[in-house]
């Protein structure tokens, strides 16, 4: 495998933190680790399955104003099961992915770089809005199998990400005390459900996210001591400026909404997030669903920001947006059009820089699945930004 910036110094002096990426579909979470500011980091690998997200992951770099080199090499395209033990041995014919992904670890352990994992496996099993089958389903497992790649390779740290259900809903908090708890004998943790919103995402988007650091480098520190030192909600800083915001109708005056919100506000909303990210002139804009004349009909009765039901719902311009993707990969309606949203316009939803653009040429159900998969950039960058203070913080030594 290509050891990408193995012995690099970040923009900030110090050296850089190695970070393994699994479940990585199109890379929203890399993306937010690597643009991180000050440059803090170095993806060693990404992992992922599907081939339609691998090509997205690689072709959303190229494509950078400033592009991220993705080498032949650097996709493993297995499943997380091919990196995990059996009775101390890789699985059957997969010793050579195994090797290839410990060598990595090797060269980075051999350097003393600080290694992180992140990831957000498949979460629609304890979606709310699914079946619920959580364990039971037929991705429910895959996070066990991420925590146990997590004790089994004993990273300096970790960050997990699912939807809240999966530690909000009483029928899964069992499973999620039952994973969470394997961790604890080596690892201080701490689970918060946070919304994209709180960072600067224009899309309300409530996600689990579970933050573990190894016991053995922080010495006495208790659980709250962790969670204080983490300083989650210096991070959220949209948090505080939205929590009192009196979000404008479709009635309402434009010109009175426009005076009466700070613009940073108004960049949360659908039609400035749009118009900021140029969105009509995206190459994923081409991207849209077709719909049936009877659809059409259905679509235009909808009220703007109608969010009722389980399906067809149709954003405001002036609020932000819902869900990206729901359901089964269901996407928006568009505030005034009668059509779904575009690619381009789920994109910067998600609030992927305005460069970040997928192959035109993959089917549409693929896209948005790709975009619905993924951890909101600024969130991730927010993420991202966090542990890298904590780090600096509390493990000074190993920076330099």
Same mark, same amino acid.
């Given at each position: 495998?290509?050891?990408? *910036?193995?012995?690099?110094?970040?923009?900030?002096?110090?050296?850089?933190?190695?970070?393994?990426?699994?479940?990585?579909?199109?890379?929203?979470?890399?993306? /937010?680790?690597? =643009?991180?500011?000050?440059? !803090?980091? %170095?993806?060693?690998?990404?992992?992922?399955? *599907?081939?339609?997200?691998?090509?997205?992951?690689?072709?959303?770099?190229?494509? =950078?104003?400033? +592009?991220?080199?993705?080498?032949?090499?650097? @996709?493993?395209?297995?499943?997380?099961?091919?990196?995990?033990?059996?009775? &101390?041995? !890789?699985?059957?014919?997969?010793?050579?992915?195994?090797?290839?992904?410990?060598?990595?670890?090797?060269?980075?352990?051999?350097?003393?770089?600080?290694?992180?994992? $992140?990831?957000?496996?498949?979460?629609?099993?304890?979606? $709310?809005?699914?079946?619920?089958? /959580?364990?039971?389903?037929?991705?429910? +497992?895959?996070?066990?199998?991420?925590?146990?790649?997590?004790?089994?390779?004993?990273?300096?740290?970790?960050?997990?990400?699912?939807?809240?259900?999966?530690?909000?809903?009483?029928?899964?908090?069992?499973?999620?005390?039952?994973?969470?708890?394997?961790?604890?004998?080596?690892?201080?943790?701490?689970?918060?459900?946070?919304?994209?919103?709180?960072?600067?995402?224009?899309?309300?988007?409530?996600?689990?996210?579970?933050? /573990?650091?190894?016991?053995?480098?922080?010495? *006495?520190?208790?659980?709250?001591?962790?969670?204080?030192?983490?300083?989650?909600?210096?991070?959220?800083?949209?948090?505080?400026? @939205?929590?009192?915001?009196?979000?404008?109708? %479709?009635?309402?005056?434009?010109?009175?909404?426009?005076?009466?919100? !700070?613009?940073?506000?108004?960049?949360?909303?659908?039609?400035?997030?749009?118009?900021?990210?140029?969105?009509?002139?995206?190459?994923?804009?081409? &991207?849209?669903?077709?719909?049936?004349?009877?659809?059409?009909?259905?679509?235009?009765?909808?009220?703007?920001?109608?969010?009722?039901?389980?399906?067809?719902?149709?954003?405001?311009?002036?609020?932000?947006?819902?869900?990206?993707?729901?359901?089964?990969?269901?996407?928006?309606?568009?505030?005034?059009?009668?059509?779904? @949203?575009?690619?381009?316009?789920?994109?910067?939803?998600?609030?992927?820089?305005?460069?970040?653009?997928?192959?035109?040429?993959?089917?549409?159900?693929?896209?948005?699945?790709?975009?619905?998969?993924?951890?909101?950039?600024?969130?991730?960058?927010? =993420?991202?930004?966090?542990?890298?203070?904590?780090?600096?913080?509390?493990?000074?030594?190993?920076?330099?």
């Amino acid at each position: 495998m290509s050891n990408r *910036d193995q012995s690099l110094t970040s923009e900030c002096g110090t050296r850089k933190i190695a970070i393994y990426s699994f479940f990585s579909c199109s890379g929203f979470l890399d993306l /937010g680790f690597e =643009l991180a500011e000050g440059a !803090p980091y %170095a993806i060693r690998m990404a992992n992922e399955i *599907d081939a339609n997200f691998r090509r997205c992951y690689k072709y959303s770099r190229a494509h =950078l104003k400033n +592009p991220i080199d993705v080498p032949a090499d650097f @996709i493993f395209s297995n499943s997380i099961e091919d990196f995990i033990l059996r009775n &101390n041995a !890789p699985k059957k014919n997969k010793d050579k992915i195994y090797s290839s992904f410990t060598a990595l670890l090797q060269g980075d352990r051999a350097q003393r770089n600080i290694i992180g994992f $992140i990831g957000g496996p498949p979460c629609p099993d304890f979606s $709310i809005a699914g079946k619920n089958l /959580g364990q039971k389903g037929k991705v429910g +497992p895959l996070s066990s199998r991420y925590i146990s790649l997590i004790r089994q390779e004993r990273p300096d740290f970790f960050l997990f990400e699912n939807v809240k259900g999966l530690y909000k809903s009483a029928s899964h908090r069992k499973y999620f005390n039952y994973i969470s708890g394997l961790l604890n004998k080596d690892y201080l943790i701490d689970p918060q459900v946070v919304n994209a919103l709180w960072y600067g995402v224009p899309q309300y988007r409530e996600r689990l996210i579970m933050i /573990g650091v190894k016991k053995q480098l922080l010495g *006495d520190m208790t659980k709250r001591e962790f969670h204080d030192a983490l300083r989650w909600e210096v991070f959220q800083s949209y948090k505080s400026l @939205i929590s009192n915001v009196k979000w404008p109708s %479709a009635r309402t005056s434009i010109d009175h909404w426009a005076k009466s919100l !700070p613009e940073k506000i108004r960049l949360l909303t659908v039609e400035k997030c749009w118009e900021s990210r140029n969105v009509t002139n995206h190459p994923n804009h081409q &991207n849209q669903t077709r719909q049936r004349p009877a659809t059409v009909a259905k679509i235009a009765r909808l009220p703007e920001g109608n969010a009722t039901g389980k399906s067809y719902h149709r954003l405001s311009r002036y609020k932000y947006a819902f869900t990206a993707a729901y359901g089964h990969n269901e996407v928006p309606i568009h505030p005034v059009e009668n059509r779904r @949203i575009s690619v381009a316009e789920a994109l910067a939803t998600q609030s992927l820089p305005t460069d970040f653009a997928f192959p035109t040429d993959i089917g549409i159900s693929a896209l948005y699945k790709a975009v619905g998969n993924g951890v909101p950039y600024l969130m991730a960058k927010g =993420l991202a930004e966090m542990i890298f203070n904590f780090l600096k913080e509390k493990l000074p030594e190993r920076l330099t």
